[in-house]
């Protein structure tokens, strides 16, 4: 991956969620929702 295509990730990360994964404390709640959701099992994959 590229540095301008992360780059871009994350701006649009910050973008949909108002979170600013270079801040610490926003990025940690980021990965745990990012985790709290893959134990969930979200979002399912189609059949």
Same mark, same amino acid.
């Given at each position: 991956?590229?540095?301008?295509?992360?780059?871009? %990730?994350?701006? %649009?990360?910050?973008?949909?969620? *108002?979170?600013?994964?270079?801040?610490?404390?926003?990025?940690?709640?980021?990965?745990?929702?990012?985790? *709290?959701?893959?134990?969930? *099992?979200?979002?399912?994959?189609?059949?």
């Amino acid at each position: 991956m590229s540095v301008r295509t992360l780059s871009c %990730r994350l701006d %649009r990360i910050a973008f949909l969620t *108002g979170y600013d994964p270079a801040d610490a404390l926003q990025r940690f709640t980021l990965e745990t929702a990012v985790m *709290g959701a893959r134990l969930l *099992g979200w979002p399912e994959k189609p059949l």
